[in-house]
């Protein structure tokens, strides 16, 4: 098995991912689960629509992350090649889609609370 890193390497990077996609899937139960028990008339619903979608896209996107690089790690360089774009690519995504979801989450919350 040829790696570029050591092992220990990649498994602190699936692990970061793994915690992003959790803190995303969170969001997700979280936001569904109170919205309607904390707002009876809540303003700025697309706020939580696009945090919604940005948060889903989010997982999706550490999901390919990870694929990436379990690609990186088991198969010879010709393979991982594609792999390494993957990984960047899904990397932005989520960075910039976990993000937005929060933003988008706190403007809603701000909109609502004051």
Known sequence: MKTEYPVEVYTAF???LKHIAT?????????VTFLEKLFCKPEYKICIAISLIAFVIT???????QAGV???ITEPN???????PLIGISMIVAY????TGLC???VFAIGNLY
Not at 60 to 65: E, F, H, L, S
Request: glycine letters at 2%; a negative charge.
């Open 14 to 16: 699936v692990d970061y």
């Open 23 to 31: 803190l995303s899937t969170g969001s997700i139960l979280l936001i």
């Open 59 to 65: 997982v999706v996107a550490t999901i390919a992350a």
């Open 70 to 72: 379990l690609e990186n």
């Open 78 to 84: 010709d393979i991982a090649n594609w792999a390494k």
């Open 96 to 99: 910039l889609c976990f993000l």
């Open 104 to 106: 988008s989450l706190v």
